[in-house]
Nanobody, 122 residues
Framework: VQLQASGGGLVQAGGSLRLSCAAS????????IGWFRQAPGKEREGVSC????????HYVDSVKGRFTISSDNAKNTVYPQMNSLKPEDTAVYYC????????????????WGQGTLVTVSS
Protein backbone atom coordinates (compact mmCIF):
# COMPACT_ATOMS: atom_id res chain seq x y z
CA VAL A 1 0.00 0.00 0.00
CA GLN A 2 1.52 3.27 -1.05
CA LEU A 3 0.57 6.91 -1.52
CA GLN A 4 2.88 9.24 -3.38
CA ALA A 5 2.21 12.96 -2.99
CA SER A 6 3.68 15.57 -5.30
CA GLY A 7 3.08 18.99 -6.81
CA GLY A 8 4.07 21.37 -4.06
CA GLY A 9 6.08 24.49 -4.67
CA LEU A 10 6.34 28.23 -4.28
CA VAL A 11 3.51 30.41 -5.59
CA GLN A 12 2.44 33.99 -5.12
CA ALA A 13 -0.76 34.86 -3.31
CA GLY A 14 -3.70 34.54 -5.66
CA GLY A 15 -1.98 31.85 -7.67
CA SER A 16 -2.81 28.18 -8.18
CA LEU A 17 -1.22 24.79 -7.65
CA ARG A 18 -2.40 21.27 -8.34
CA LEU A 19 -1.19 18.57 -6.01
CA SER A 20 -1.27 14.87 -6.83
CA CYS A 21 -1.61 11.76 -4.72
CA ALA A 22 -0.88 8.56 -6.64
CA ALA A 23 -2.19 5.40 -4.97
CA SER A 24 -1.02 1.83 -5.41
CA UNK A 25 -1.48 -1.52 -3.71
CA UNK A 26 -5.18 -1.26 -2.91
CA UNK A 27 -8.56 -1.02 -4.60
CA UNK A 28 -8.90 2.69 -5.22
CA UNK A 29 -12.69 2.76 -5.15
CA UNK A 30 -12.85 1.16 -1.68
CA UNK A 31 -11.00 3.95 0.03
CA UNK A 32 -11.34 7.60 0.89
CA ILE A 33 -8.33 9.79 0.17
CA GLY A 34 -7.94 12.77 2.42
CA TRP A 35 -5.60 15.72 2.31
CA PHE A 36 -4.19 17.23 5.47
CA ARG A 37 -1.81 20.10 6.04
CA GLN A 38 0.48 21.16 8.81
CA ALA A 39 1.86 24.66 9.08
CA PRO A 40 4.88 25.46 11.26
CA GLY A 41 3.87 25.53 14.90
CA LYS A 42 0.32 24.39 14.19
CA GLU A 43 -1.56 21.14 14.45
CA ARG A 44 -2.31 19.09 11.39
CA GLU A 45 -5.74 19.83 9.94
CA GLY A 46 -7.95 18.11 7.41
CA VAL A 47 -8.32 20.10 4.21
CA SER A 48 -10.32 18.01 1.76
CA CYS A 49 -11.33 14.45 1.03
CA UNK A 50 -12.91 12.32 -1.67
CA UNK A 51 -14.65 9.03 -0.94
CA UNK A 52 -13.68 6.44 -3.52
CA UNK A 53 -13.52 7.07 -7.22
CA UNK A 54 -15.64 10.13 -8.00
CA UNK A 55 -17.38 9.86 -4.66
CA UNK A 56 -18.60 12.57 -2.30
CA UNK A 57 -16.16 15.36 -1.54
CA HIS A 58 -15.56 17.32 1.63
CA TYR A 59 -13.73 20.55 2.41
CA VAL A 60 -12.73 22.49 5.46
CA ASP A 61 -14.49 25.86 5.55
CA SER A 62 -11.31 27.84 4.97
CA VAL A 63 -10.79 26.34 1.50
CA LYS A 64 -14.36 26.03 0.26
CA GLY A 65 -14.77 27.78 -3.07
CA ARG A 66 -11.01 27.79 -3.65
CA PHE A 67 -9.98 24.13 -3.59
CA THR A 68 -11.48 21.33 -5.66
CA ILE A 69 -10.63 17.68 -5.20
CA SER A 70 -11.06 15.17 -8.00
CA SER A 71 -9.88 11.70 -8.96
CA ASP A 72 -8.57 10.03 -12.10
CA ASN A 73 -9.65 6.45 -11.72
CA ALA A 74 -7.52 5.18 -14.58
CA LYS A 75 -4.42 6.55 -12.89
CA ASN A 76 -5.49 5.86 -9.29
CA THR A 77 -4.65 9.45 -8.54
CA VAL A 78 -6.37 12.19 -6.56
CA TYR A 79 -5.85 15.83 -7.44
CA PRO A 80 -6.57 18.77 -5.20
CA GLN A 81 -6.71 21.86 -7.37
CA MET A 82 -5.86 24.84 -5.19
CA ASN A 83 -6.84 28.27 -6.50
CA SER A 84 -6.74 31.77 -5.02
CA LEU A 85 -3.99 30.68 -2.67
CA LYS A 86 -3.32 32.71 0.43
CA PRO A 87 -0.20 32.97 2.61
CA GLU A 88 -2.10 31.12 5.33
CA ASP A 89 -2.31 28.10 3.01
CA THR A 90 1.44 27.67 3.44
CA ALA A 91 2.03 24.22 4.93
CA VAL A 92 3.26 20.72 4.29
CA TYR A 93 0.41 18.86 2.61
CA TYR A 94 -0.12 15.14 3.13
CA CYS A 95 -2.48 12.65 1.53
CA UNK A 96 -3.82 9.72 3.49
CA UNK A 97 -6.12 6.76 2.93
CA UNK A 98 -8.86 5.10 4.97
CA UNK A 99 -11.57 2.57 4.32
CA UNK A 100 -14.65 3.90 2.54
CA UNK A 101 -15.75 7.17 4.15
CA UNK A 102 -14.06 10.51 4.58
CA UNK A 103 -13.14 11.85 8.00
CA UNK A 104 -11.53 15.03 9.22
CA UNK A 105 -9.80 13.10 12.01
CA UNK A 106 -6.25 12.21 11.04
CA UNK A 107 -6.08 9.31 13.51
CA UNK A 108 -8.74 7.48 11.51
CA UNK A 109 -6.53 7.17 8.44
CA UNK A 110 -4.61 3.95 7.91
CA UNK A 111 -1.76 4.96 5.65
CA TRP A 112 -0.03 8.16 4.64
CA GLY A 113 2.04 9.54 1.84
CA GLN A 114 5.06 11.72 2.34
CA GLY A 115 4.42 15.45 2.56
CA THR A 116 4.79 18.03 -0.14
CA LEU A 117 5.55 21.63 0.78
CA VAL A 118 3.35 24.46 -0.44
CA THR A 119 4.63 27.98 0.14
CA VAL A 120 2.47 30.98 -0.70
CA SER A 121 4.26 34.30 -0.73
CA SER A 122 2.46 37.59 -0.07
Amino acid sequence: VQLQASGGGLVQAGGSLRLSCAASGFIFDDYAIGWFRQAPGKEREGVSCISGADGPTHYVDSVKGRFTISSDNAKNTVYPQMNSLKPEDTAVYYCAGKWKSCSSEDYSYDFWGQGTLVTVSS
